[in-house]
């Protein structure tokens, strides 16, 4: 028996290392027990206290990512209508601006027309009164040299009747004046 004895204070030794510490290597029953027993609490623990915040968290992060990417893809639809109504708007103005300067363009020589013909008709009426001026003047410009040459006639005929008393004068006079008649 003495020999059986030795053999179990044996084997605690072979149990213990070089040192004569426990060997980290060999794992008992009751320590993986406790390991797993810890293990579940801490997990148990960190479920409670930190599992469920960071969940939470990361829920509300990705909520916060999905509004922001809706709030983007909704501000993009926004964009392109307004980019459209802009365009568009350009296009009514280009428009718009088209006809103002036809319709000016349109104005413009209907009035230099208009001008055109107030103009003829204006130089016409100078024209007119001009000619008829002429005319008044070319029939005073008569009437004053008939009336010098009566007034020249008959002062000729003055000095003619002064020095024909005369009698044989104004009977050359007579003769020639026939004659030429």
Do not use: C
Not at 120 to 125: F, G, L, V
């Amino acid at each position: 028996m003495a020999d059986t004895h030795q053999t179990h204070t044996a084997q605690p030794a072979a149990h213990e290392g070089e040192h004569g510490g426990p060997n980290p290597i060999q794992v008992s029953g009751p320590m993986m027990g406790l390991t797993w027993l810890t293990f579940g609490l801490l997990a148990l623990v960190l479920y409670k206290v930190a599992w469920k915040p960071i969940l939470t968290a990361l829920d509300q992060r990705e909520k916060q990512i999905r509004d922001a990417l809706e709030e983007a893809r909704l501000t993009r639809e926004e964009y392109a209508r307004i980019e459209e109504k802009r365009a568009q708007l350009i296009d009514e103005a280009d428009a718009k601006a088209r006809a103002i300067v036809e319709q000016a363009r349109k104005a413009a020589i209907e009035t230099a027309q208009t001008i055109e013909a107030k103009a003829r008709d204006e130089a016409n009426i100078l024209l007119t009164n001009a000619q008829r001026e002429i005319a008044i003047a070319h029939q005073k410009a008569i009437a004053d040299l008939r009336r010098e040459s009566a007034d020249l006639a008959v002062g000729l005929s003055r000095k003619i009747l002064a020095d024909q008393l005369d009698e044989t004068r104004g009977r050359n006079l007579v003769d020639r004046l026939l004659k030429q008649v």
